[in-house]
């Protein structure tokens, strides 16, 4: 079964956006495995929290022009 994990800032994708990322990838993985893996595919995408993710040792926290309006 394949399984991927993605993680992105909390409010930087729409619920459409996610729904399509999760198409996309299983579409992708589905070349790779076969038709097959379709039905097993698991696409996760998490929402961190603001002050969740760390970059060059500093706290990031999502601009306001990449929140979802």
């Not at 992105?8 to 992708?28: N, W």
């Not at 790779?32 to 379709?38: G, N, Q």
């Amino acid at each position: 079964m394949p399984f991927v994990n993605i993680k992105t800032p909390e409010a930087a994708l729409s619920a459409q956006q996610k729904a399509e990322i999760g198409h996309r990838v299983t579409d992708m993985l589905v070349e790779y495995f076969s038709e097959a893996a379709r039905p097993h595919t698991m696409v996760l995408i998490e929402e961190v929290k603001d002050g969740g993710y760390y970059r060059a040792d500093e706290v990031f926290v999502l601009p306001d022009e990449y929140r979802v309006k």
